[in-house]
């Protein structure tokens, strides 16, 4: 298993610019989530999606968009960078055990928006 | 949004020493995981923790749901070198898939 992957690692974009930050899982998971941890401020919940076809807003979700198409994917779209989208993401998915979930991150993609 | 409060913010330890951290929130939550992050890494989990007064141990890490739901605990003992790293703490509320997190402890330890 690869657990979860994300695509790419880096990336530096201009104000205005858009694109979409990959995210695979092959553990068959249902829950999927996108963060974006900032210096000193943890992980922030931006969108998630509980199955193929479903989404929801976290805490951050402005600027953001999402979709999932299939249990594997969960793509994170911003439409039109800005400055203050230049942080860490990090895609994580989730294994329903029970009532409870354990989630599991992919390695962060580090995006600069100049 | 809700909010955990982790501490310490970061600690100087000697290599040997046993440490403890914890995180606090207003709410109850169901489910306390803790993650280790390395530089330029994703967050690896620890521990996971499903009841209220769980203990659990995963080698020199011991961790605790507290018994008001609202706070846990993570022990590190006789720590070593590669222990070096930021520590989260996660809280899952009761519905689905939304986690919580800390801001983090930064532990450094001098060999």
């Known amino acids: 298993n690869a657990g979860v992957t994300q695509t790419p690692k880096f990336q530096v974009l201009k104000t205005g610019q858009s694109m979409t930050l990959q995210c695979a899982q092959d553990?068959?998971?249902?829950?999927m989530s996108w963060y974006r941890q900032d210096p000193g401020m943890g992980l922030r919940l931006i969108h998630y999606?509980?199955?193929?076809?479903?989404?929801d807003q976290g805490e951050v979700p402005n600027g953001y968009n999402v979709s999932r198409s299939t249990t594997e994917d969960f793509p994170l779209r911003l439409l039109s960078a800005a400055p203050s989208q230049t942080s860490v993401y990090f895609c994580?998915?989730?294994?329903?055990?029970?009532?409870?979930?354990?989630?599991?991150f992919g390695p962060g993609t580090r995006l600069t928006v100049l | 949004g809700q909010q955990l409060n982790q501490s310490p913010q970061s600690m100087f330890i000697q290599e040997g020493e046993d440490v403890s951290m914890n995180c606090t929130s207003s709410s109850i939550f169901n489910t306390w995981l803790w993650y280790k992050q390395d530089p330029g890494e994703g967050p690896v989990l620890l521990i996971a923790?499903?009841?209220?007064?769980e203990l659990t141990s995963n080698g020199r890490l011991t961790a605790q749901f507290g018994t008001t739901r609202k706070d846990s605990f993570l022990n590190i003992s006789a720590s070593i070198p590669s222990d070096v790293g930021i520590y989260f703490c996660a809280g899952q509320l009761y519905n689905f898939n939304k986690f919580y997190f800390g801001s983090g402890t930064k532990l450094n330890v001098k060999p």
């Open positions: 999606s509980v199955g193929a076809g479903i989404t």
């Open positions: 553990m068959n998971h249902e829950y």
């Open positions: 994580a998915s989730s294994q329903r055990t029970g009532l409870t979930d354990t989630q599991y």
């Open positions: 923790l499903y009841k209220a007064g």
